[in-house]
């Protein structure tokens, strides 16, 4: 797919560059990976917006337990259809170079299910059900982890966490941003 | 929250923010046994499964009795997202561009030195394995591909090493003509020794293909071996190369080097993990950082969905295992029947690493006695005199096969945490590995010191390379979700560790052990290390001499160590002095939200005054 580089302009790339955590090198392969999602779409016109079912074809994201809420917050318009920069904003938080608090600001809107702002023992617990598969947590675990969670992020008790929590606690985890991150 | 309009209500409610510890504590003795608030659904109870001292769990009762009433407190400085990449290339200006552009280039290149900076870039665009290794991440997830990537570093290491004493050693030795080689002192004994000192290569080919294993035979002609470096100084007409001090400094060089390394790895990884306290996040890291979003595979993410429900279904079970234990270690005759069986079960462990030492011990005893009787000429089979030498090698491998499982059941009765049996069996295993290594190192000293039938050239000795990669491969990356940060550092410890222990033969040969005149480069001196001194003197500047004889005196290196020790001494109270401010600031944290929450509540009813 040699034609990838003729499909930006050099201030095209050098803004994507700037504005990202991507070389060129990289951004020119994310953007042969968007083409393979919809060839046709795309060659017609490079900033098509693709659907949500055709985002989710991505090898990366199929398996992912957390496609739809990615999808969502990453997508400008909310609904979860994403344009290239989109998908290239998305690539760029999940990258290594990216550092950690855009990580943990993203980690907390993707986990963020009501998108009140605050992770409520509601989001925790549709997180752990996600993470568990078919075969659900029994409620009284369930309940326990809850508690425990809130007993150690939750400092001012009102059994929510606030970004500030959030932050507080899982920048002290260590494999976070090891766990946190997408290669193409 | 703009507009404070007066400065009386400002200088009031900062009065009120700083007085409210004290309003706080009296409050909370107010409230003795009071009634809080509850939101919906959550049970207000205070987490009775907790078998940790926590300091905060005490102070969570207190303040949930008092509570802010609203659900929602509103926070001063609201979460504020990331605008979306097409927004911020719309709205961002020429010069914004150019700012974030050059700070990038700045940031990129500050912290490293120049040949560091060409050496990542050599990295990025030759990465050994590349492939192999993300194919296996797609499959196994980040914990199995850190101990490859450590793997990966370790022959990084090992090619490093090869290619200094290569080019030391066997360059100049193919580059020099040999002829030229000629001796830089005046031995004339020392040739005899070299004369008599002949190897035997045997004809028959079972003996050939056994050569190679214990090193003898063909296997002494080759580079491989110690005593095929000449002892003598190489020249090509106007350079002189010292062949025996490059021996020596190319030792030296890669075990200084070799400590480098693991110290710069080590210390990268203790940083990035200084401030993580794992038991404060345990259940959180739990949650939030195990899925692993580099799978790429159905078969795998489904395996890896069932084991986290099995995990977290296990902590939590281990959790009311643990409260149920405390509550029983209440009374005393289940506590004092738990320490007992687990004073025994200890003794036993220590009793079978005992045995296993002297087992090994008289194994290697018996194998170096019965091979000086029954060597090949007195026709004994070969293939049984091959078994007899790695008698102390097979007693190795039975006993670390046997051992582990023994310590698996027996750590069943001592009713520990699951963490704490991994930790345990985990050091005990490791435990059991090392002593076998030092055991037999111990014994290889005994065999080749104490021997008594050396004539006046000498002995040869044996070095022992493999030993610090199979100390590696006895540590199994235990099967937690979470946990490759530590599982790392673990093996780098092992690694420093076996480090250490094989490098002490090797400085105990270079200074204590009389070299052998029959062959090797320091076949001239008494003991290797007398070719520095003689090293020192051919170099023929005036101070020189007094400079090093200054510099290795007792006055000077004495003084060196114990300013090594104040520095050592000073580093562990600065580490003690940082944990200390960071807890106090995780409190200021919940202070600082208290005060903005009491603030806001001020504010609101300020308006409704007004």
């Not at chain 2, 940083?271 to 345990?282: G, I, P, S, V």
């Not at chain 2, 506590?335 to 296993?356: E, K, P, S, T, W």
């Not at chain 2, 078994?387 to 670390?400: A, D, H």
């Given at each position: 797919m040699g034609g990838s580089q003729?499909?930006?302009?050099?201030?095209?790339?050098?803004?994507?560059?700037?504005?990202?955590?991507?070389?060129?090198?990289?951004?020119?392969?994310?953007?042969?990976?968007?083409?393979?999602?919809?060839?046709q779409a795309v060659n017609q016109d490079k900033n098509t917006k693709l659907g949500i079912s055709d985002i989710q074809k991505l090898p990366e994201l199929k398996v992912n337990p957390f496609r739809e809420r990615i999808c969502k917050v990453f997508s400008s318009s909310g609904d979860g259809d994403m344009t290239f920069e989109d998908f290239l904003d998305m690539m760029s938080v999940f990258s290594d170079q990216a550092p950690k608090n855009v990580k943990v600001e993203y980690a907390f809107r993707i986990y963020d299910f009501d998108e009140d702002d605050y992770i409520s023992a509601g989001d925790l617990k549709e997180v752990i059900d996600k993470l568990t598969g078919d075969q659900k947590l029994s409620e009284e675990d369930m309940q326990q982890l809850i508690d425990n969670i809130f007993m150690e992020a939750d400092l001012d008790d009102d059994e929510l966490l606030s970004f500030a929590e959030f932050e507080h606690v899982i920048s002290k985890a260590p494999d976070f941003i090891n766990s946190f991150r997408i290669r193409l | 929250m703009t507009g404070l309009s007066t400065d009386k209500l400002t200088l009031h409610i900062m009065n009120r923010v700083g007085h409210y510890d004290v309003e706080s504590l009296d409050l909370d003795n107010a409230n003795g046994g009071g009634v809080y608030t509850s939101s919906p659904g959550f049970s207000p109870t205070p987490n009775g499964y907790d078998g940790r001292k926590s300091i905060i769990s005490n102070k969570r009762l207190h303040r949930r009795q008092y509570k802010a009433q609203s659900k929602h407190n509103i926070q001063l400085d609201h979460f504020v997202k990331t605008p979306s990449l097409s927004q911020r290339l719309r709205e961002i200006s020429q010069e914004e561009k150019l700012q974030l552009r050059l700070k990038k280039k700045n940031s990129k290149w500050s912290g490293s030195l120049p040949c560091c900076s060409s050496l990542k870039n050599l990295r990025e665009k030759v990465e050994f394995w590349g492939s192999s290794i993300r194919s296996i991440e797609g499959h196994q997830g980040t914990g199995v591909i850190s101990f490859f990537i450590l793997l990966r570093w370790l022959f990084g290491m090992n090619l490093a090493l090869f290619v200094i004493s290569f080019g030391f050693l066997n360059l100049p030795i193919l580059l020099f003509d040999q002829q030229s080689y000629y001796l830089g002192v005046e031995e004339t004994f020392i040739e005899q020794c070299t004369a008599n000192y002949t190897v035997k290569v045997s004809d028959d080919g079972l003996q050939l293909f056994l050569d190679f294993f214990l090193g003898s035979g063909w296997m002494e002609k080759t580079p491989v071996f110690f005593g095929y470096y000449p002892g003598k100084y190489m020249t090509d007409g106007s350079y002189i190369y010292n062949f025996p001090l490059a021996y020596l400094f190319v030792i030296i060089i890669c075990l200084l080097l070799s400590v480098f390394l693991m110290a710069r790895y080590s210390v990268k990884a203790f940083?990035?993990?200084?401030?993580?306290?794992?038991?404060?996040?345990?259940y959180t890291a739990m949650v939030y950082c195990s899925w692993d979003y580099s799978l790429k595979y159905e078969r795998v993410c489904e395996t890896k969905k069932r084991k986290l429900r099995y995990t977290l279904a296990s902590e939590m079970q281990d959790q009311r295992f643990l409260k149920n234990r405390d509550e029983k270690m209440e009374?005393?005759?289940?506590?004092?029947?738990?320490?007992?069986?687990?004073?025994?079960?200890?003794?036993?462990?220590?009793?079978?690493?005992?045995?296993?030492?002297?087992?090994?011990?008289?194994?290697?005893?018996?194998?170096?006695?019965?091979?000086?009787v029954n060597t090949v000429e007195s026709g004994t089979n070969k293939i049984l005199l091959f078994?007899?030498?790695?008698?102390?090698?097979?007693?190795?491998?039975?006993?670390?096969a046997v051992l582990p499982l023994v310590f698996e059941i027996v750590i069943m009765a001592e009713r520990y945490t699951q963490d704490f049996v991994i930790k345990l069996s985990l050091v005990r295993t490791v435990f059991l590995k090392l002593a076998s290594v030092a055991i037999l190192i111990a014994s290889i000293y005994t065999g080749v010191i104490s021997c008594t039938t050396k004539d006046s050239c000498g002995s040869i000795t044996a070095p022992c390379p493999s030993i610090t990669l199979s100390a590696l491969y006895a540590c199994e990356p235990p099967n937690r979700p979470y946990r490759t940060t530590r599982n790392n550092n673990f093996f780098m410890i092992v690694l420093i560790f076996t480090f250490f222990l094989s490098s002490f033969p090797v400085i105990y040969a270079i200074s204590n052990i009389s070299s052998s005149h029959g062959c090797g480069p320091f076949r001239v001196y008494d003991f290797p290390y007398m070719v520095v001194g003689k090293g020192i003197e051919d170099v023929q500047l005036e101070g020189f001499t007094i400079a090093y004889t200054i510099l290795t005196s007792p006055a000077v290196t004495s003084s060196l160590i114990i300013i090594l020790l104040v520095l050592l001494f000073y580093c562990s109270k600065l580490r003690i002095a940082h944990k200390d401010t960071v807890k106090f600031l995780r409190d200021k944290i919940v202070i600082e939200n208290h005060d903005r929450q009491n603030m806001f509540e001020e504010l609101k009813k300020y308006r409704k005054i007004k």
């Open positions: 003729s499909a930006f302009t050099e201030q095209e790339l050098d803004d994507y560059q700037t504005l990202t955590y991507l070389t060129k090198k990289e951004i020119l392969h994310v953007y042969k990976r968007f083409f393979t999602l919809a060839p | 940083r990035k993990n200084a401030l993580a306290d794992e038991q404060d996040t345990l009374q005393c005759p289940y506590r004092c029947m738990l320490y007992l069986v687990r004073i025994i079960v200890n003794l036993f462990v220590i009793a079978c690493l005992g045995g296993a030492g002297y087992a090994i011990f008289k194994a290697s005893e018996f194998s170096s006695s019965w091979t000086t078994l007899v030498e790695f008698l102390p090698s097979i007693t190795i491998t039975v006993l670390n």
